[in-house]
């Protein structure tokens, strides 16, 4: 069965220190796919970014970053010099790559981020 | 530039007393979605449709109904809600065009429903 765990339940840090969000996943499968998505105080869940198994490139947009490392099963993810607009709970998911249509997300428990000023 | 939205934002609604949230979507997605996600937990999915085609998830209970009159629109009947069910109530969309596990789903800003 497939599973996500996000041991860290939730960070504290201080505007403009870096961050580590992690991401362990277990799937039997070969070909697969993994996400995070961003939850503000709002309530939307935002889509990051998403990742096939193939593809181990390290991954940079602006401020964030996702390490991915097949070797040890992990998909974390990085903001460098954090901001209070970053506050938010970050869920990691993964779906396998069957069938066609219907896409099965497997969340994570969720980090909930606090950044103060 | 809204591409899912729902409404309402917020719903309070009686002990026992039925309840309908709705979801639009603009981008012409086949798949739509409803989550139910109480507070610290995880969205946890409901049901789907792919097209017309109702799916529910095994542990779904039966007070959970669906609708989808068209492309756009799906509608979350919840017909007798309990204290348990207060719940925020996300909508979620995916084209379910190639592989399903490549494409992404795109959500709603939710539907924050209280039972009084």
């Known amino acids: 069965a497939q599973k996500v765990t996000q041991a860290q339940t939730e960070i504290s840090v201080v505007e403009k220190e ?41 991954e940079i947009s602006g401020r964030y970053s996702w390490n ?50 | 530039d809204a591409m899912v939205i729902q409404n309402p934002r917020y719903q309070v609604t009686q002990f026992g007393k039925p309840v309908t949230l709705s979801c639009s979507q603009t981008l012409n997605h086949n798949v739509m979605y409803w989550y139910q996600q109480k507070s ?18 095994a542990d779904t209970p039966d007070n959970f109904q669906s609708r989808r009159p068209n492309t756009s629109f799906c509608f979350l009947d919840i017909r007798s809600p309990g204290l348990g069910d207060a719940a925020m109530y996300l909508c979620a969309t995916s084209s379910g065009g190639g592989l399903a596990g490549a494409d992404t789903q795109y959500f709603g800003p939710g539907t924050r429903l209280t039972v009084l």
């Open chain 1, 18 to 58: 870096d961050v580590t969000l992690d991401c362990v996943y277990e799937t039997r499968d070969t070909t697969y796919y993994l996400f995070w998505y961003k939850q503000p105080p709002s309530g939307e869940l935002v889509f990051l970014i998403r990742r096939n198994s193939f593809d181990e490139q390290n």
């Open chain 1, 68 to 117: 991915f490392q097949k070797s040890t099963s992990s998909f974390n993810f990085t903001i460098t010099a954090s901001q209070v607009v970053d506050s938010a709970v970050y869920f990691c998911a993964l779906s396998e790559a069957k069938g066609t249509g219907f896409q099965k997300l497997v969340f994570g428990t969720g980090t909930r981020l606090l950044v103060s000023p």
């Open chain 2, 40 to 57: 610290s937990q995880a969205p946890k999915l409901l049901f789907h449709y792919y097209d017309k085609d109702f799916n529910n998830e």
